[in-house]
């Protein structure tokens, strides 16, 4: 029961805390920004099964792959895509501690 709590919570109140926290004149756009890196999960349409609750996303949907998270990363450096790259990386940290969660 806790481990969707912490999941979703990690997705969704994170970056919230981050946008209020580092970008409070516009804190609604990078939320929201951010909240696009959920985009990342359309990876998942091309598992089969698409959902598998026992299965662990990372390294295992292309979206998700090490290489991927590498370039998320990389997003984080330059300031245009900053808030890009942050949401992506809050989704592989919600992901990764819902592997460990498993």
Known sequence: MLQP??????????????AIF?????WKMAYLIMICGMLIDLDHLLATPMFDPNRCSINFHPLHSYYAMVVYVLLLLPKKTRLIGLGLVIHIIADSVDCMLM
């Open 22 to 26: 580092f970008f409070k004149k516009q």
């Open 5 to 18: 709590i912490v999941h979703y919570g990690i997705h969704f109140l994170l970056p919230l805390a981050v």
